[in-house]
């Protein structure tokens, strides 16, 4: 079955490329985070680090959908964060990783379409306690449009909805994303919160295969964290992909 299309183009109207993925929440610019990644830069991607540094604060980016729902990362704690963004030249390959996340963590999305595409269960943890809640793993859309006039956001939030009905994208038009965690041009950026609220860093480049796995193994890690039988040096004992 083929997957569903989410946002890939605004046409003609801006000439703009839009992330496509999975859901949620955002308001006024976010906090820049402490124990900011490094400034990102084009190139090979880099590895996301194992885990925020102890002291580094949580953070809530809050933005609206193109329907006006409003959505903030907050909201998700408990849950890892995937926010996919890049400028037009590197958003479609930000959008494939997005949806290859999505299905890599709900399998059940590549059996259905629409709506029911981001309401399929995420995958189980091996030794998970039986009756506790699985962290989920969000692969959040954001489209970074600061040059867009306001004047023209309807025109905006309308294009959107129709090319994307059943999946929300975040409307970044303050330019928080590249404001607080820095954008390399022409390529994917991806920005993991672990379960805390936690940036753990700016993933940015094109992801081979090795690279891939290895965001995967680290979400995985990430997820481990929410383990409530587990303390943290127990959840450091994970080993870290290299």
């Known amino acids: 079955m083929t997957l569903p299309r989410h946002p890939v183009a605004l046409p003609c109207l801006l000439g703009l490329v839009f992330l496509g993925t999975p859901m949620v929440h955002a308001q006024t610019p976010a906090p820049r985070a402490p124990a900011a990644p490094a400034p990102v830069t084009a190139g090979p991607a880099r590895a996301i680090p194992q885990a925020a540094a102890p002291a580094a604060p949580a953070v809530n980016l809050v933005m609206e959908d193109q329907n006006r729902q409003s959505h903030d990362t907050a909201a998700l704690k408990g849950d890892v964060i995937v926010l996919l963004y890049a400028d037009r030249n590197g958003a479609e390959a930000a959008h494939e990783i997005g949806q290859r996340l999505h299905v890599h963590f709900h399998p059940n999305a590549a059996k259905v379409e629409g709506p029911d595409w981001v309401r399929q269960p995420v995958t189980t943890i091996p030794g998970w306690p039986a009756g506790a809640r699985t962290p989920n793993v969000h692969s959040v859309a954001v489209a970074c449009l600061p040059e867009i006039p306001k004047a023209v956001h309807p025109v905006v939030r309308s294009q ?83």
Do not use: C
């Open 160 to 242: 959107i909805r129709k090319e994307s009905p059943h999946v929300p994208v975040w409307l970044d038009f303050k330019g928080t994303m590249p404001k607080t965690f820095g954008m390399a041009p022409d390529v994917p950026n991806i920005l993991v919160i672990d379960t805390f609220g936690r940036p753990q860093g700016v993933l940015s480049g094109e992801l081979d295969e090795t690279k891939y796995q290895q965001l995967v193994a680290a979400i995985d890690r990430l997820r481990l964290q929410a383990q409530p039988v587990r303390t943290a040096s127990a959840t450091e004992a994970v080993p870290a992909a290299r």
